[in-house]
């Protein structure tokens, strides 16, 4: 999984629905956005050109610099 930093989130309902929408992607059905925090957590295959795009559909974006690749274990 890469962590990514995201700005401009609107609201914890409007991150869930961006969230779902990340989901629906190839690649995407572990994609987790947290609100509180502002990170997106999504499998480096996923095509990010997509994932931008939805996020940018409520004026959010990623912040580039702060991307990093975590490894996740255990169950959730």
Avoid: P
Wanted: proline share 0%; charged share 30%; aromatic share 6%.
């Amino acid at each position: 999984m890469i962590q990514y930093r995201v700005k401009g989130l609107s609201c914890a309902n409007c991150a869930k629905n961006l969230e779902e929408e990340i989901q629906k992607l190839e690649y995407g059905e572990n994609a987790k956005l947290n609100f509180q925090s502002s990170k997106l957590y999504v499998n480096e295959e996923i095509n990010m050109a997509k994932v931008k795009k939805i996020l940018a559909s409520d004026g959010a974006y990623i912040e580039e610099e702060n991307k990093s690749e975590i490894s996740l274990t255990g169950d959730h």
